[in-house]
């Protein structure tokens, strides 16, 4: 089952904060976590692992609760350069990683 | 570094048509993906291969064939390319199943 991403869109002006959460139904080994910006490939930003893990990567970090099955990134002091849609992987012990539909992420200056 | 290149960047098929999408890597990983992603839309895993040697099924495998030529290239195949394949195509890599995933460019696929 796909993860849910919410919100599914969100219009910040250059500065503001943002938090995007993912939630899935099935137990989770990790959380990935990427950012594509239109017309490119996805691309990298972090992992987290079981453990109630919190990483960072600039101004960006997340958030991984294992036991309600949920992850968030978020997003602050926001630049320009973070436009694009973010996407969750939950994967599962399985090692299937299973991608959320994105959230799409417009800065304005 | 090229890291994760694929062939060709852009493809206008007809109905009926086949055609193989290739893809390589170069950072030494074990595991490569392909996966589909329609307009507006996550990504779909069509088949991935773990290791040299090995190939599994992802999400949404029918219609398409792989072969993991080498460590290095994984290839795509369609034997006959139907209207509900036009979509981008990306291949991925990773040193392992659980670890971060590397991707190519694309390939922009139309089928007619």
């Known amino acids: 089952q796909q993860p849910v991403q919410s919100p599914q869109a969100v219009i910040l002006r250059e500065g503001e904060d943002a938090v995007i959460n993912c939630s899935s139904s099935?137990?989770?080994?990790?959380v990935h976590w990427y950012r594509q910006k239109h017309g490119e490939a996805p691309v990298f930003l972090m992992i987290?692992?079981?453990g109630g893990e919190q990483k960072g990567h600039d101004k960006i970090s997340a958030s991984f609760n294992e036991k309600k099955q949920q992850s968030s990134l978020y997003l602050t002091a926001s630049q320009l350069s973070y436009s694009g849609t973010y996407f969750c992987?939950?994967?599962?012990?399985?090692?299937?990683?299973?991608w959320g539909a994105g959230t799409k992420l417009i800065i304005k200056p | 570094n090229a890291g994760v290149t694929q062939t060709p960047k852009f493809q206008v098929l007809k109905t009926g048509q086949s055609m193989t999408l290739q893809c390589a890597q170069d950072?030494?990983?074990?595991?490569m993906y392909w996966y589909r992603q329609d307009p507006g839309m996550g990504l779909r895993l069509i088949y991935y291969?773990?290791?040299?040697?090995?190939?599994d099924k992802g999400e949404v495998p029918n219609g398409y064939n792989v072969s993991r030529l080498n460590k290095r290239e994984f290839s795509l195949r369609l034997e006959s390319a139907a209207p509900s394949q036009t979509s981008v195509y990306f291949c991925?890599?990773?040193?392992?199943?659980?670890?971060?995933?590397?991707f190519g460019p694309g390939t922009r696929l139309t089928v007619l």
């Open positions: 991925a890599s990773s040193v392992s199943r659980d670890r971060a995933q590397y």
């Open positions: 291969s773990a290791s040299e040697g090995t190939t």
């Open positions: 950072m030494n990983h074990n595991s």
């Open positions: 099935k137990a989770l080994y990790s």
């Open positions: 992987g939950p994967m599962d012990s399985n090692y299937q990683l299973i």
């Open positions: 987290l692992l079981k």
